[in-house]
């Protein structure tokens, strides 16, 4: 037994020492892992000046710590890389301790005047500094510390790095610090990096020592010491000590962090910084520190003394000087060196748009609008090429590809520095203007103070909008420089304007931005793209490229989901952040290209829609054409949606639905993803089946309708644009854990951001793309067909332009009724007129005979505006409707007073041409001998007689019949075209069939079935149902000799009696609606087309 017991006994030993030896394999792996900072600085030391910049900005971005001195893993020089926080821009809310006021600040980092409290560990510690650190956050891990996953013992490249960070309050009450400020940890031993060390204290209003003891090293002691002598606040934490926090002298404190919890500490901590940082002891307490001063040591190198940024930025000063030279407003900056791209530029747009959508004399109003266009080109021409494009455009031409890059980013940097300032002051002119208005409006007495106040308030929102400025305004001059110059043709002493294409290439190759559409003008200027896009041909060969484009309302986080997606920098922040839209070209690596089959992909990034600072049918009209011009140029457009509830974002694409129906000769293939974002619930896309069948069914439901309108075969939304709701709908992670302007970003967005990017790459893996040139090409037809589109952006759905357009035919028979019985009058004056029996027509006759009409006509159009079933959508008409109505009864009735006025005064002419024929025809025959008798020397010469004669009877009859007031002209085009416009006709249509033609040969049709059918001369759905029971043949000759008949009869009416034209006219129209197509009227097709190229037939 005791044998067995020594056995078990031995076993017992033999197995614990085997367990206590797994410790050797532990190590051994951890000798194995790479500490995750490492692999930030080897990453950090291996890039050039751009990817750290980027990479800096990413990690402020995720609220993590960024480096601020960092020694150079071979030589050990001290490098303070400045450059990297050129694009870091820091915003808080600062509340006022007496006071409830907030006030925001948004600076520039390395501008930003904050204390900064630097912490140091002085020998070796049981406790992580970085960890305590973190806890003046409360939110989340900024600097990375020894209990982080991945964290190792060892590190190689952090010794000796000191980080900095910056606290950045809300304006609440739960801020741990009232005002921002930095914190700065160097990494390792204190003691150890002693010029790091000296630098941070000497530029810190407030230094953190932690110690294990200071009993126990006379260097810790005397470094102590030696601070405690000095002004500057010190705060000494002892790691073996349990004391609480004491103030030995002024600004001299020691707390204990022995058997303490982290809470405690921490909140000892931020109460003992804020008394020393806050306190009203004096200014001496309060150093400020800024990281543009850090450059000024001279035991340190900066990044920014390399020779490219160094010539970059020598270039870049020289237009920021320019810019600050006499103080001028940054609101005025644009006005007096970019002016071709404001007023005049703005004012060709508006002139160009309205070439196509003439009216009247069409011929010699295009003549009209084309002389103006020309004359602001000219203008453009003679202020092109100021002294700030001169300097810009110098650079860019003379400068390397490195330092061109340096140059442009030093140009941005200056120009956001300039607005960055004018900003802030406006922004508080805002607010306080703003309150003025709140307590005015407040007020029962509302003077003209009010009206005053309310009116600087809009300048100051006005000089908001003018004072944003960046480099897109400066490349958005050089494309209206180029475009002025190409289309004027003029010799110019600035020659090299034929040049800037290239040079905008190159740049688009590099992956700059360029502006695609004008956010401020709403224009492509199209001449300028194309020549930009064959220099991109020319310099990479008509490569493959897959259209990404986004499509969302403001504040969406379209442009963070671009950036996050490809690594992009397209602008970001609250608001308006982006005007009009961007194309960015993208490179396809190598790898990638086995999965895909073009080269390049250009993402298409926009303003978000529904802006606030656009107001009423503008935003409508804007929203829809944008999202028509975005969604027809994308291969693939992702719909991004802030939430669950897609409403917005559905009426929208009514639009762009019913637009492309309506822009038959654009052949296009557009498809689209739905993203929500900000998302919360992770079963969202299971319980959210229900809401995307009903997503569905409203798209289709709202394509049929589009297309029964537009006469088209569409089924579904997805005959138009490609769209599966059971894949193509994403959800997204919210952005932000927790509130800004201190939460990260949560790693759950990354992750559901990857995931739409794979199904964006799955999708393109099964595209071939388009070439550059079909993508130019794209552009053009598709704006091209925008600009002759007019009518359906200005309805916020489908439904709605279903109900105007029945209210149109409506309101035209409201008009029919009225215009018949304004005729009815008109013919019984006319013949009392030519029976003499009236020498004068009063207005108020006129309005007396047609206000029984008038007034039952109101009543019908009450009743339909208020018993319709899509009564809430009419609301919004009424009022124009009503006035419209009014306005038409007042303006024919004195169109008929004006034409029966010169009736009446044709009718005295003749009667008084009758009364002076016999004096006429003595004067004529005295004249007559007269010219006889001073001829007849040549009475043998009859063509010389006849040529005499024929000289002077003009003569004769403009002077017998100068008091007799002639006939007028008559503009039948015009008159035309007013009353087909008061019938609810649309003017695209009447121009449509009018430069058609068709009109001409509308005798010769015999078949009239072809005005039921589409452009593609296919019979739609609807039309098919009862194809049997068309027109016959009885009806076919009914409509041919109707047609004939009417012909006939208009044209021997007006040449009978010219000034009854019109009468001719509107009776055409009148018999033509009274014809009987019921047939087409029901199934919503275009008897319009068939009456429209009849009245053009008649009287064109």
Known sequence: ?????????????????????????????????????????????????FLKQMMITKLSQCQYALPLLVPDPVTKEIQFPLWTFREITKTWK???????????????????????VSFFRLGSLSVSKSQLMNTLNNRHDTFFHRNCPGSTKSRYLMDGVAEIAWYCPAGKPSDAFNDCIAFCNLHGDALLNKKQRDILIEKSSVSVFLVASLQRNIEIR??????????????????????????????????????????????????????????????????????????????????????????????????????????????????????????????????????????????????????ELMGIREKQCAASCSELMQLFIGSLSSLPPTDRAHFLKWTQIFIDALSTDDLSSILQSYDEKWSEVLVLTNKQDKSDLLLKTQTELEDISKKLQSVTFGLEH???????????????????????????????????????????????????????????????????????????????LQSSGKSTMLNTMFGL??????????KGAFMQLLKVSEEMKKDLKFDYVVVVDTEGLRALELEGNNTLHHDNELATLVVGLGNLTLINIFGENPSEMQDILQIVVQAFMRMKEVKLSPSCVFVHQNVTDVAAAEKNMDGKRRLQEKLDHMAKLAAKEEVCNAECFSDVIEFDVQTDVKYCAQLWEGSPPMAPPNPGYSESIQEVKNTILSKASKSAGITLSQFKGNIEDLWTALLNESFV????????????????????????????????????????????????????????ETNKTYEEVRKEMTKYFEDDKEKEILAQWRGRFEIKMKEFRDEHANRVKIKLDGIIQQKKGRKMMDDKKSEFENKLLQKSKELAQKLKDKAKDEKELERQFSSVWSSWVTELTADTKPVENINLEKDQLTILQELGFEPALVDKCKTSGKYKKISDVGDYSVYMMTSSNQLIGFVKKFISSGFSHEEQQQIGSFIDKAEKDSLDAIRSKPEEIEKGF???????????????????????????????????
């Open 793 to 848: 952006f200005s309805f916020k759905n489908t439904l709605e332009i279903a109900v105007y357009r029945k209210l149109e035919v409506q309101y035209g028979s409201w008009i029919w009724t009225l215009r018949g019985n304004m005729l009815t009058i008109e013919n019984q004056l006319h013949n009392r007129i030519e029976n003499g029996k009236l020498d004068e027509v009063e207005q108020s006759y006129l309005f007396k």
């Open 94 to 116: 600062v509340k006022q301790c007496d006071s409830d006021i907030v006030t925001m600040k948004s600076v520039p980092v390395y501008k930003a005047e904050t204390p900064l």
């Open 474 to 552: 400066i490349f958005r001059e050089m494309g209206q420089i180029y475009e002025a110059h190409k289309t004027t043709q003029r010799e110019n002493k600035h020659s090299d304007w034929s040049k800037y294409p290239e040079l905008a290439a190159q740049l688009m190759i590099s992956g700059h931005p360029m502006e695609l559409i004008d956010g401020d003008a709403g224009h492509v200027p199209l001449t300028w793209i194309s020549s930009l896009l064959d220099e991109v041909i020319k310099k990479l060969g008509d490569q493959r490229v897959f259209v990404l484009s986004v499509l969302g």
């Open 222 to 371: 005397s470094l102590i010491s030696s601070h405690l002598k000095a002004e500057k606040p010190l705060i000494c934490l002892i790691v073996d000590d349990s004391c609480d926090a004491v103030k030995t002298k002024k600004g001299k404190y020691i707390m204990g962090l022995k058997d303490r919890n982290h809470s405690d500490v921490s909140e000892q901590l931020k109460m003992i910084i804020r008394e020393v940082l806050f306190s009203l002891d004096g200014p001496s307490l309060k150093p400020s520190f800024q990281l543009e001063t850090m450059a000024e040591l001279s035991e340190i190198r900066v990044d920014e003394t390399d020779p490219a940024c160094q010539r970059g930025k020598s270039a870049a000063i020289k237009i920021n000087n320019l810019l600050k030279k006499d103080n001028m407003d940054v609101s005025k900056i644009k006005d007096d060196f970019l002016p071709c791209q404001g007023q005049l530029w703005h004012q060709w747009s508006k002139i160009h748009r309205e070439l196509f959508h003439l009216r009247g004399e069409i011929e010699m109003e295009k003549s009209k609008r084309d002389k």
């Open 1066 to 1100: 509107t009776s055409i129209t009148e018999q033509m609606s009274s014809l009987s197509l019921y047939k087409l009227k029901e199934s919503r097709q275009k008897p319009e087309e068939i009456l429209i190229d009849q009245l053009c037939n008649c009287c064109w």
């Open 569 to 578: 920098q397209f602008a970001v922040s609250a608001g308006r952040c982006t």
């Open 1 to 49: 037994m005791s044998d067995a017991s020594d056995d078990t006994e031995i076993d017992d030993d033999s197995y614990l020492e085997d367990f206590l030896n797994t410790t050797v394999d532990t190590h051994k792996k951890e000798k194995a892992c790479v500490h995750p900072m490492d692999v930030q600085m080897a990453v950090f030391h291996c890039s050039d000046s």
